[in-house]
């Protein structure tokens, strides 16, 4: 393999970590080096003792029934730890001089197939796994010798790399996705704006008071209320709150404002300054701003059922509860659920009691809890139109 085809399958180890494919291209260069038809990275389980195919390319598109999927796997794996990382075996079958450990891929999925030539690299060894780099040859070829591994001696550190970047990167995207998931079933809305008024991160309930928030405010002289062009209006411009958060003079810990829909919801906005230095991306510089919105909202329709089975409420406790969560007080949800307010008041004792809370603020805040858990998407983006 000259150097440019080297730097070439080099390239496209590291490009695999956000392309599959390009894996499979430097694969099937390794097999064309080795005259391999075949090659795959296995990852041997060293505690379960069972073996996955991370990757497979095979030269030959007459031969791709060889290993169809799912992919049969050879019975024999070499003994864990019996191999140093970066070190080759060769497994001679039907040579006369094999050894037990040469013979350590020979299993039944082998047999019945045409590949009894096998040259295995062990490319690196975790805590749990390890993985391989396989080679392989049909019977009517010229069988591995130790150049053919040498001549791989490069690709190796590469491969091993490559593949520790690749695992690091699709952890943080898990964790990441996981992060976003868990925001965006928060009933409220979450927005982290950058000083110059850049949005740097906001869950589904917060993508609308991005445009709110930072839309020309009109002030209005008459009430004192500051309108923003969205249909909600302002107890206080937003543009102020940052230009508080941010003013290293005031040292103000937080900024809370009102706001008020044109349909007459209401919403809470508290702002918090976060610490700089906890972020280092270039588009956090300067000081960023933590906003949370809390708009109210009906409950997820699967709490009642949710209340039922996990405290026994009863269909009528269930209907106070339901009304209670939105901020009306006791004598208001009795009139409309038409029930006396001795009635009302029994069934709020019993609710209290089955719930373990003391107040309609504790009973609130469960409901908030359980609202934030049970969210369904389409609601949440319901909620944030």
Not at 111 to 129: I, W
Not at 195 to 208: D, I, T, W, Y
Request: hydrophobic share 45%; net charge negative.
């Amino acid at each position: 393999m000259n150097t440019s085809d080297m730097h070439e399958t080099i390239r496209g180890l590291y490009l695999g970590v956000f392309e599959p494919l390009a894996w499979q291209r430097s694969l099937h260069a390794l097999c064309e080096q080795s005259g391999s038809i075949q090659a795959s990275l296995l990852v041997l389980d060293t505690v379960q003792q069972t073996v996955q195919v991370r990757h497979l390319v095979n030269r030959a598109p007459d031969n791709l029934a060889i290993l169809p999927p799912p992919y049969r796997l050879h019975g024999g794996m070499p003994v864990s730890g019996s191999m140093a990382v970066g070190g080759w075996y060769i497994d001679r079958r039907g040579t006369a001089g094999a050894t037990a450990q040469h013979q350590a891929f020979r299993g039944e999925s082998f047999d019945d197939v045409a590949l009894t030539e096998v040259m295995a690299c062990l490319v690196d060894r975790r805590p749990a796994h390890e993985i391989y780099l396989v080679l392989q040859r049909p019977a009517s070829e010229e069988g591995y010798a130790e150049a053919d591994a040498r001549a791989l001696d490069w690709a190796v550190p590469h491969l091993r790399e490559a593949m520790a970047l690749r695992d690091r990167t699709h952890a943080v995207a898990a964790r990441g996705h996981v992060s976003a998931d868990l925001l965006d079933r928060l009933p409220f809305g979450v927005v982290v704006f950058s000083e110059s008024g850049k949005v740097l991160l906001a869950n589904a309930a917060g993508q609308p008071w991005t445009r709110r928030l930072l839309a020309g405010e009109v002030a209005d002289s008459n009430a004192g209320i500051h309108g923003n062009g969205n249909g909600w209006r302002l107890s206080r411009p937003f543009a102020d709150v940052v230009r508080a958060l941010c003013d290293p003079n005031t040292l103000q810990p937080a900024q809370a404002i009102h706001a008020t829909g044109a349909d007459g919801r209401g919403a809470q906005i508290v702002s918090v300054a976060l610490t700089p230095a906890l972020y280092l991306s270039s588009e956090w510089e300067g000081q960023p701003i933590l906003v949370a919105i809390h708009e109210m909202h009906d409950p997820p329709r699967a709490v009642p059922a949710v209340l039922r089975d996990l405290y026994g409420l009863t269909p009528a406790e269930n209907r106070l509860a339901m009304l209670l969560i939105t901020g009306i007080g006791l004598p208001d949800a009795c009139i409309q659920l038409g029930i006396k307010r001795e009635t009302g008041r029994s069934q709020l004792k019993a609710i209290f009691t089955k719930t373990g809370t003391s107040t309609q603020a504790q009973l609130a805040h469960l409901l908030t809890r359980l609202s934030s858990i049970l969210a369904e998407p389409a609601e949440r983006e319901a909620q944030a139109v």
